[in-house]
């Protein structure tokens, strides 16, 4: 796993990722989607694995699920996991806020 950093503060994080807003994030060679419901935030990667559909253009519903704007699959963001469809999950990625900003790991 690499870890990556964004942000120098918890208010900067705040300001840089709007509530229920998917946001494009580019880590190295990898990009995923960035999402904040709330003081939740979720990373996970930017195509559906179903037929490749760009995610950062999905709505999110009020179970914490990401839908895909192809087919209509939803996945909970918390673990990826397949809610609606017929595929391999979504994958996922650890997130944590602290002081200093926000940490993501993504695997290599």
């Excluded at 300001?15 to 946001?23: A, D, F, G, N």
């Excluded at 990826?80 to 993501?104: A, M």
Aim: glycine letters at 8%; proline letters at 6%; charged letters at 25%.
């Amino acid at each position: 796993m690499k870890e990556y950093q964004l942000g120098s503060s918890k208010a900067e994080i705040f300001l840089m990722l709007p509530e229920r807003k998917v946001k494009k994030v580019i880590l190295g060679k990898k990009t995923i989607g960035l999402l904040r419901i709330g003081e939740q935030f979720f990373a996970f990667d930017s195509q559906c694995p179903h037929r490749g559909a760009d995610l950062l253009q999905a709505n999110i519903n009020g179970w914490s699920e990401i839908i895909c704007p192809l087919h209509q699959y939803r996945f909970d963001l918390k673990t990826g996991q397949v809610r609606s469809g017929f595929c391999s999950d979504l994958p996922v990625f650890p997130v944590r806020l602290h002081e200093e900003g926000l940490t993501i790991q993504i695997p290599q």
